[in-house]
């Protein structure tokens, strides 16, 4: 096995940061290349410019950093998406498949692809969704990435590729801020109680979806991607749970310790996303597949965060 070389794309996202943050403690800032087209995090350390959709460039750049993993996060999220259909479909899918094709042609030994649980629909069972259920997606992302979860399968099957995957709840963190989705209250509304002590929220208080703190996503997709190729049964995307909990509770959990912050709310089109999407996930084949535990839940997730942006 040649030494583990890593090429992030999207790397200068919500999660990107962290990831690309977390993956340079672990392997060394030398074997890491964060690439993006935003340019913000070239101070951080080895950063080229890239558009997904330029394959050559991407090409290039594998060859030319001999690198031997992708973690492939460039993508735009569910309410983003929504403004612009026929873009959002082509940056999510044909950027995958231009990778997945690429990964094949240059022996690529593993490839990273973040699914979410977007790929959920009306008619996916709300509560303890199943790893196998029913998909009918209402957004282009959510539609992007079921089909992405199926090519990468496809990808698996037929030419043998290690690509792995995580259905992703709402990622929740203090180290960046996330940029049109669905679960972005849940990141904005800490940010509000220190700054106003109030926040206006964008989707009912009643409204349960599936979260998880930045924490549990990085060591969850270090560990998914560490583990031994013979104990990953799933090639499209693990479901994925840490916690599950309304706008409501994350201001009652704000309240605890910030006792003066108040909510109140006006949802927009974003609550018939949030709407489509499960409640909570079984992830039980995560759990048994590579040992999947989070650490977080939602009262220590707020200490946290509160702490943390406090600095
Ligand atoms: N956090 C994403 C969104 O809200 C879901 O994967 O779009």
């Given at each position: 096995m040649s030494k583990k070389r890593i090429l992030i794309t999207g790397a200068a996202g919500q999660l990107g940061r962290v990831l690309t943050e977390a993956l340079r403690i672990k392997y060394g800032k030398e074997n890491v290349i964060a690439t993006d087209i935003n340019s913000a995090i070239e101070e951080f350390g080895l950063f080229e410019y890239l558009d997904i959709l330029n394959i050559e460039r991407l090409k290039t750049l594998i060859d030319q950093y001999k690198i031997t993993e992708v973690y492939h996060l460039a993508a735009i999220l569910s309410a983003n998406g929504e403004r612009n259909p026929a873009f959002t479909w082509n940056i999510n899918l044909n950027g995958l498949l231009g990778i997945l094709n690429l990964a094949v042609e240059m022996n690529l030994e593993k490839l990273f692809f973040p699914s979410t649980i977007?790929?959920?629909?009306?008619?996916?069972?709300?509560?303890?969704?199943?790893?196998?259920v029913p998909l009918l997606p209402e957004t282009v992302y959510g539609m992007s990435k079921t089909s992405g979860e199926l090519w990468c399968n496809y990808y698996h099957k037929k030419h043998g590729l290690d690509v792995r995957s995580i259905r992703y709840p709402g990622v929740i963190g203090w180290q960046s801020i996330p940029e049109?989705?669905?679960?972005d209250y849940a990141v904005e509304i800490y940010h509000a109680a220190l700054k106003d002590q109030h926040y206006t929220c964008f989707l009912e208080k009643d409204t349960r979806l599936p979260m998880i703190y930045m924490p549990d996503v990085i060591g969850g997709t270090i560990d998914l991607m560490e583990a031994?190729?013979?104990?990953?049964?799933?090639?499209y995307g693990y479901n994925l749970s840490a916690m599950s909990f309304t706008p409501e509770e994350i201001a009652k959990s704000i309240q605890k310790l910030i006792p003066e912050f108040t909510i109140d709310y006006q949802p927009d089109f974003r609550q018939a996303i949030a709407a489509s999407w499960?409640?909570?996930?079984?992830?039980s084949q995560a759990r048994n597949d590579w040992n999947w535990k989070p650490k977080y839940d939602l009262d220590l997730m707020t200490k946290d965060m509160i702490a943390n942006l406090k600095k």
């Open positions: 977007a790929v959920f629909g009306n008619t996916t069972p709300q509560v303890n969704t199943a790893q196998n049109g989705g669905t679960t031994p190729k013979e104990s990953i049964s799933i090639r499960s409640e909570s996930i079984d992830d």
